[in-house]
């Protein structure tokens, strides 16, 4: 068991910084999920922490001790790789027992913390076999094993599921969850994929070019995103982002994607011929400029059932059967500007169509167009 902090981070490679000036509380016990694109340092970080790279700058603490200069295998700490690393001839029993031997423990110890972690991981009758005779999934829980039978004070992981294909990344999310409530020891995941990120963590760090943009838990980071580029990275499908200006009377869509420079002038200086006006049924909590996020799941089709603040009309492009729900894909206003909607009613609409569209205030998250910051509001039905 073991808490970390992280103080004032820094790492460059050559002349170009890596990692900047990171500050991070993990607590005792914690399971931190580090989410981000490719590149954004998120898996640097995870080897930092473990030993693997020197910190530029910057301390790393364990329970309160220093252990920038301390070697890896005496961190106290077990790191699962994505690619499992391991020994192809030898059975499973020895590959999660070789670090121990190498510890000089016992024979007696080695086989009952190699038991112990095999029934954890329901590996039992696997223990004779060689790694080629396993599944991915088999082979992730043995390297799993490997790193429990040590009984480290901190687990990482760095992206331990992206080699499974879909059904066996689900299950595997299952058997981590019940490994964290089992063992209660700290664990530090690293991964691209949002949806782990959503399932696992008790908090979510979100990064981008090294830099953290929000820590926070799983609801916080999906519906108070701190910066346009938290609102954009974490939901599935991605949110819907509105370039507008707001007035009492009407909202003004632009093209998110123009030049930002164009965008700034265009933002600045409105005019129906800039965007899409849409009239409003009442007032908006934001005045002016600023970049309006809808996600799928907030923005609806006008049954009759909800009175919507914005309404207006698109044409359906595309239609994605989910099963229990549907994601239709929009385009709206003379640029053809297109949308997504989540929605489990409507199955019958068709590409095509034209439909009436409408969203609520309260679920929009509004963000400064320059910085990308969440603009904080405050809205009251009265």
């Known amino acids: ?123 039992d009758d696997l223990l004779d076999r060689k790694p080629r005779e396993l599944s991915g999934g088999q082979r992730q829980r043995v390297a799993m094993g490997r790193a429990i039978v040590r009984k480290p004070s901190v687990f990482l992981f760095d992206e331990p599921l992206s080699n499974l294909d879909a059904k066996l990344r689900a299950s595997m999310r299952v058997e981590l969850k019940k490994l964290h409530a089992a063992l209660k020891t700290t664990m530090i995941y690293v991964t691209h994929d949002q949806v782990e990120a959503m399932t696992l963590a008790d908090r979510i760090l979100v990064m981008n070019q090294g830099r953290i943009e929000q820590l926070g838990t799983p609801d916080q980071v999906f519906f108070q995103p701190e910066t346009l580029f938290t609102a954009r990275f974490i939901g599935s499908p991605e949110i819907n982002l509105l370039a507008c200006d707001l007035t009492r009377t009407f909202l003004l869509f632009h093209d998110l994607e123009a030049p930002r420079q164009d965008r700034g002038r265009d933002l600045k200086k409105v005019s129906p011929e800039d965007g899409t006006p849409l009239p409003l049924s009442s007032a908006p909590p934001v005045k002016g400029p600023c970049v309006c996020g809808i996600r799928p799941e907030h923005l609806f089709v006008v049954d009759g059932s909800v009175i919507p603040d914005v309404r207006f009309s698109g044409q359906i492009d595309l239609k994605e059967s989910l099963g229990s729900d549907t994601l239709y894909h929009i385009l709206y206003g003379p640029r053809k500007q297109p949308l997504i909607i989540r929605s489990g009613k409507h199955a019958g609409l068709s590409p095509g169509e034209r439909v009436e569209l409408g969203f609520l205030w309260e679920h929009c998250h509004f963000f400064d167009p320059d910085t990308g910051n969440r603009i904080a509001v405050s809205i009251s039905r009265t």
């Not at 027992?97 to 095999?118: E, M, N, P, T």
């Open 1 to 123: 068991m073991a808490e970390l902090t992280l103080t004032q981070i820094t790492k460059q490679f050559g002349k170009t910084d890596v990692i900047h000036a990171m500050d991070i509380h993990i607590q005792d016990g914690e399971f931190l999920v580090v989410v981000g694109p490719s590149g954004c340092g998120k898996s640097t970080l995870l080897r930092m922490i473990a030993g693997l790279e020197q910190v530029s700058g910057g301390k790393i603490r364990i329970n309160g001790h220093t252990v920038n200069n301390i070697e890896p295998k005496d961190r106290d700490i077990a790191m699962v790789f994505q690619n499992y690393a391991l020994y192809p001839h030898m059975s499973v029993f020895n590959n999660m027992a070789y670090g121990l031997k190498l510890r000089k423990v016992s024979k007696v110890q080695i086989k009952d913390r190699v038991d112990r972690a095999a029934r954890l991981l329901q590996l």
